[in-house]
């Protein structure tokens, strides 16, 4: 499921950055609505997320491996459905996001927390936290290793000693560019069919996740479809961008449980202790 886990978030953003118009028709939103449409539905889209799971894996973690801290912050948060399950445990949680609709949606689920509109790979905090998460493998929204670096160096420099960065990650050799993944809702009378697959060259920095979204509404329907690039190393590259900065930690991309990854999947959570 992490395949269009990355491509529910992926075609909001993607949007928002680019303007993307939707195709000729009298009935058509335009882009900017489009885009709004989109927001407002990010929820539905994301229905079959499990937040609490991971949520209360990066709490557990941090108790294991942090400082006990509770201020807390999470890169990319979308419409904040970890900073809701995360407050429930006591963290004063605060959320960064470069799509302000959806942090106004945030805003409204998490009355109590605090939201800035910013860029993951260039941010300053105005006071350390103890947590910092990135769920739902956004660090590779970052676009380049040059743009990651910048976004790992925020992040060390926001936290607290002690402090811990937990974030997921795709392994770009073990991408299979056959798979593909399909996901379609009802609501209000429209469907929306959300399509989305990896593509990897086999060389390079850059990963691309293609992506089709198509609406339909009685007798009209709306298609979009593009390639999104994302930065894509593998694990071993990862580990050495965080090891100057961090003691890192691996794991199998189980939510339930702690497991030491094995180096087989290409999938992982990292926990990051700042040094």
Known sequence: MFLFFC?????????IRHQILSPPSEENMSDNALYTDLSGYYDLM????NYQAQS???????????????????LACGTGPHISYLSQEGY??????INQPMLDIAQQRCPNAYFELGNMCAFDAAEPYDLITCFLYSVHYSGDIKNLTSCIQSVHKALNTGGVFCFNSVDKNHIDNTLSAKHSVMHDNSEFSFGSSWYYCGEGEKQTLKL???????????????????VALSFNELQALLMPYF????FEHEHDKIIP?????????FLCVKK
């Open 212 to 230: 089709s979204i198509e609406k339909t509404s009685a007798q009209h329907t709306q298609l979009w479809t593009d390639e999104h690039p994302m």
């Open 46 to 49: 994301c229905a079959d997320i």
């Open 247 to 250: 003691d890192v930690h691996v």
């Open 56 to 74: 209360n894996s990066a709490h557990r973690l941090h108790q294991i491996f942090g400082n006990g801290g509770k201020q807390h912050l999470d």
């Open 7 to 15: 491509f529910a978030k992926s075609a909001i953003y993607y949007i």
């Open 261 to 269: 990854w094995e180096k087989l999947s290409g999938n992982a959570i």
């Open 92 to 97: 004063q949680s605060s959320g960064l996001d």
